[in-house]
């Protein structure tokens, strides 16, 4: 039973490149949320989709970042034109029912470590 | 503003000691509370579930209590071992996520 995927594990970008995060949910689950955790921060919730729907992306920049999840294929975090300060590690996470409200476990993927040069 | 605090510094404890970890949080009101586990270079890994009408909950060496009143969560470790050691994070809904505390990272000395 595959959990969840994420790739590429390490990614390097130059300042000005567009970065492609890649998540595949566990089996079953259609629920996704993508969070991002700066070094010795917490993990800061970013947008929260399900298949073909973005149901909450309050916290994702307003500009350069965008997510999606198509009805086919993994769910896609895109940033554009990077700076250093997109730094950070990106974690994934699905729930099989809605899990934002809390009451569902959310099953994490081990990140993407972006780094900008 | 809302807040989760949870110990920044480290938990040093001798093997085979109970590790209490705090989870303090202000302005909010969970309905859950989640704890994690997080291993340097992995993904949070889910623990425990606790509901706000559960004053305790328990998994094999583990046991959460949820204090809604002092709006606070303590997470035990009983008889702890070296393979402990790791950072654990608390989270709370709030609206449509999860919003979690920056985390305590325990080392459990053998």
């Known amino acids: 039973n595959a959990g969840v995927m994420q790739n590429p594990r390490h990614l390097v970008r130059r300042r000005g490149q567009e970065a492609r995060l890649r998540c595949s949910p566990m089996?079953?689950?259609?629920?996704v949320y993508w969070y991002r955790q700066l070094p010795e921060e917490g993990l800061k919730f970013m947008v929260y989709?399900?298949?073909?729907?973005?149901?909450?992306e309050s916290g994702m920049p307003k500009e350069r970042f965008s997510a999606e999840f198509p009805k086919e294929g993994p769910s896609i975090l895109r940033i554009q034109q990077v700076v250093r300060g997109d730094s950070a590690a990106y974690f994934c996470?699905?729930?099989?029912?809605?899990?934002?409200?809390?009451?569902?476990?959310?099953?994490f993927g081990d990140g993407t470590r972006l780094s900008i040069l | 503003s809302q807040k989760i605090e949870q110990n920044s510094e480290a938990l040093n404890i001798q093997e085979g000691k109970t590790a209490t970890l705090t989870c303090n949080y202000t302005?909010?009101?969970?309905?859950?509370l989640q704890w994690y586990r997080q291993d340097p270079g992995r993904g949070p890994v889910f623990l425990l579930l606790?509901?706000?009408?559960?004053k305790e909950k328990r998994k094999e060496r583990l046991k959460v209590t949820f204090d809604t009143t002092l709006k606070q969560s303590l997470f035990h470790i009983t008889a702890s071992q070296p393979a402990d050691s790791a950072t654990y994070l608390c989270?709370?809904?709030?609206?449509?996520?999860?919003?979690f505390g920056g985390g305590t990272r325990l080392m459990v000395k053998p």
């Open positions: 302005n909010y009101s969970p309905a859950y």
């Open positions: 989709l399900q298949k073909e729907n973005i149901i909450d």
């Open positions: 989270a709370l809904n709030a609206g449509n996520m999860l919003t």
């Open positions: 606790i509901r706000e009408n559960e």
């Open positions: 996470a699905s729930s099989p029912r809605k899990g934002g409200d809390g009451n569902q476990p959310q099953h």
């Open positions: 089996k079953g689950h259609s629920h």
